[in-house]
């Protein structure tokens, strides 16, 4: 199994951190940037048309949560069964960059700030 380093590249288009994610670690999915199979995703599809590297950069939604991309049905019930804060992690990469948001979560090992 892999372990838990601070890579800016392991950032996901919405904020989580698959560096520390357990499916990453076994070497069982490349991760969000790379993950090709990921087509349904709406952020990455719409961060890959943007050439943005998360949605901390858009300029289009200040404030991620108005967003209907990112701040959708599907993402509510994920934020709560994994009491994941994807918008706290948008914030963190706006506050400390990516690598700073990197190097945090793999302080904390977690993918994603709790709630």
């Known amino acids: 199994m892999k372990s838990i380093t601070a890579d800016p590249a ?21 991760g969000c940037h ?14 890959i048309e943007r050439h943005t590297t998360s ?3 858009c300029v289009e939604y200040p404030d991620v949560m108005n967003c209907k991309k990112f701040n959708n049905i599907f993402a509510k019930l994920f934020g709560i069964v994994f009491r994941s804060d994807r918008a706290a992690c948008i914030s ?24």
């Open 55 to 57: 949605c901390a950069e």
């Open 10 to 30: 392991l950032v996901a288009y919405c904020g989580l951190y698959c560096g520390a994610c357990g499916k990453y670690l076994r070497d069982k999915c490349p």
């Open 34 to 47: 790379d993950n090709t199979k990921a087509s349904w995703c709406a952020v990455r599809s719409c961060n």
């Open 92 to 115: 963190q990469i706006k506050t400390l960059g990516v690598q700073g948001h990197a190097t945090e979560m793999t302080r904390l090992g977690r993918q994603s700030i709790k709630r």
